[in-house]
Each structure stands twice: as structure tokens, then as C-alpha cells.
């Protein structure tokens, strides 16, 4: 028997690949087309209708605001893929190398206009409150990702600043899908805070997971090249950690590293990993990861529906934090 993340998961997938496709012309919308049908983890559509099937809906209601979420989403990597120059998605070329950097920005442009339109079809009684809490983190992530590429150009950014930003740039979208269905199912707006907060707290972790993949992952599962945040001087959690915990000459080093501008990347993808070793950097991210994962479950404890309501979401919490891509 087909269980019920499966379905969703179908329902999602069949839903996604009607997006945008009778548009034209097709030079504008094939790039966007492109971008989603590249799959990917498809978590933040999923958890919308999980946070409706948590309170005991009918999911088939919250379809649409799903896909808002989803196409936002994919705008935002479109984008941010163009922004850091990267050259593969998910295992495939990204948009602007398969077409050109003027179709990544205007099909971007599109999808964003699409998220609306979605968003726009909830019921009208929810409609404001759902339309503030969309608008508000789309312009939160903004701010997140222009907290990330000002981060490039400096060295002293704390780990206080580096989990603001992900919360922006990465929970944000997380906790505002997980609300979402808790607002379409009518759920008590303790519980629908509460669930917010969970997404917040499994976003954080995912994010921090996903910094700690770019450099230990396995390049045949984690879809991209590993290093790419070290080759790009991404501030991450661990390279924060680095210049914070380095003696003087390791630290002198990083910095030569992170500001030569014609450089062999495996050499430097090297280097600084090896400092992460020799600074056990990858335990000491394991150990905020787990931190951020049991406050989520300490938030979808406080949801005043039945633990095994709860159940399907924190099997996926736990394969989100044990995953390898």
C-alpha cells in the first residue's frame, strides 16, 4: 500500500509538471520549466501538505499555495546559482550556463510572477494572511541572500550573523510552508506559530547539513560539485568556525587563500578542508545540527494534535538530518 508522503510526493510531481506549460513564448518560460523539472528534494511543497494532513484536512486544498512555494523556491536558486556563477544544479547544467545570464534573470522574473498567481487561488477569507506571510519571507530571503554576498567581503562575520542569515535565506521559506498548511487546515494560531517554529529549527539544521555535504559529501549523491562554497569564499558555518578557532598561522593562510583571485581550485578545496580536520570542524557542525534538530522537536511537541499525527513528519525530520544529499 502506497503510503502517504508517497502520494503527496505524486501529487506534487503531477501537479509541477502542468506549470507553465501551454505559455508562450517558449524561450521565456522553457528555462523555468527546466529549472523545476529538475526535481530536487521537493521538501517545502511536501510540508504543506503534510501541515495540512497533520491537522486532519484534505490536502488537495493546499495543492496550490504548494506550488507557489515551490516555484518561488526555484526562482530563488535560479537566481542565486547566477549570482555565484555556479555551473551545475542538481546534477545538471544550470540556467544560466545552458541558455544565457539575460533568460536565467527574466525567466526568474516569470516564475516569481507565477508564485503569485498560485498563492492568489486560497480561499478569500485566508487570503491577506496567507499573501503577508508569502510576501514577508519572499522579501526576508531577499535580505537573506544579500546578507550572504555582502559576507564574501568580509572576514569577521560571526556565527551569531551566519545563523541569521540562513534563517532568512533558508527557514524562512521552510517555516512559511508548514504555516501555510496550518492556516488552510484552521489549525489554532498557537499551533500554526508552533509548527512555524519547527520549520524554522529543521531549516537551520538542513542548511547547516547542507554546508557540512559541500565539503564532505559525495559528489555522485550530493548533485553538486563539493568545494564549490570553499572555491567562492562562501562564509559559512565552518569556514566562520575556522578563522574563529585557527591558530595565527593557520588563520594567515586562510586568509592568503580566501583572497588570491587566480588560484587551483582542488589545492584550495584541499587546504581548507584540511584545516576543518584539524580543527574537528565537522563534528563540532554535527553537534549545532542535532541542537537545531531536537529544538524542532521540541516545537512539534508543543502541537496539540496526536503524536502519531506527528509521525510522518518526524520520520522526515530525521531523514532530512541522516540524508547524504
Not at 569577521?156 to 534563517?167: G, H, K, L, Q, T
Not at 500554526?192 to 559541500?214: E, P, S, T, V, W
Not at 578542508?273 to 524542532?296: F, G, M, P, R, W
Request: aromatic residues 8%.
Amino acid at each position: 500500500m502506497i503510503n502517504k508522503v508517497t502520494l503527496y510526493e505524486k501529487i506534487i510531481r503531477e501537479a509541477i509538471d502542468k506549470v507553465l506549460l501551454e505559455e508562450q513564448p517558449r524561450s521565456l518560460f522553457d528555462p523555468a520549466r527546466y529549472i523545476l523539472s529538475l526535481g530536487g528534494k521537493r521538501l517545502r511543497p511536501l510540508l504543506t501538505l503534510m501541515a495540512v494532513d497533520l491537522f486532519g484536512k484534505e490536502v488537495k486544498k493546499a495543492v496550490n499555495p504548494a506550488l507557489a512555494i515551490e516555484i518561488f523556491h526555484n526562482f530563488s536558486l535560479l537566481h542565486d546559482d547566477l549570482m555565484d556563477n555556479a555551473d551545475m544544479r542538481r546534477g545538471n547544467p544550470t540556467v544560466h550556463m545552458r541558455w544565457n545570464a539575460n533568460s536565467a534573470i527574466l525567466s526568474g522574473d516569470a516564475m516569481v510572477i507565477e508564485a503569485y498567481r498560485y498563492i492568489a487561488r486560497v480561499p478569500a477569507d485566508i487570503l491577506p494572511e496567507i499573501l503577508n506571510l508569502f510576501s514577508t519571507t519572499a522579501m526576508e530571503i531577499c535580505k537573506g541572500q544579500q546578507y550572504d554576498m555582502d559576507f564574501e567581503q568580509r572576514m569577521d562575520v560571526s556565527e551569531n550573523e551566519y545563523i541569521e542569515m540562513i534563517r532568512l535565506k533558508t527557514a524562512v521559506l521552510i517555516g512559511c510552508a508548514l504555516k501555510i498548511g496550518a492556516l488552510l487546515a484552521d489549525a489554532a494560531p498557537q499551533d500554526a506559530d508552533a509548527l512555524y517554529r519547527y520549520g524554522i529549527n529543521i531549516g537551520l539544521a538542513f542548511q547547516l547539513k547542507d554546508d557540512l555535504l559541500d565539503v564532505y559529501g559525495d559528489p555522485k549523491t550530493f548533485g553538486k560539485k563539493i568545494g564549490g562554497d570553499i572555491v567562492s569564499n562562501k562564509k559559512t558555518y565552518l569556514l566562520i568556525k575556522a578563522l574563529k578557532n585557527a591558530n595565527i598561522g593557520q588563520r594567515e593562510e586562510l586568509g592568503r587563500w580566501l583572497s588570491e583571485t587566480e588560484f587551483d581550485p582542488e589545492a584550495k578545496i584541499n587546504f581548507v578542508k584540511n584545516i576543518y580536520d584539524v580543527l574537528n570542524l565537522k563534528t563540532i557542525s554535527e553537534n549545532l545540527i542535532e541542537k537545531y534538530y531536537l529544538a524542532s522537536l521540541d516545537c512539534l511537541s508543543l502541537i496539540n494534535v496526536s503524536d502519531e499525527r506527528k509521525k510522518d513528519l518526524i520520520n522526515l525530520s530525521e531523514s532530512l538530518m541522516y540524508r547524504e544529499k
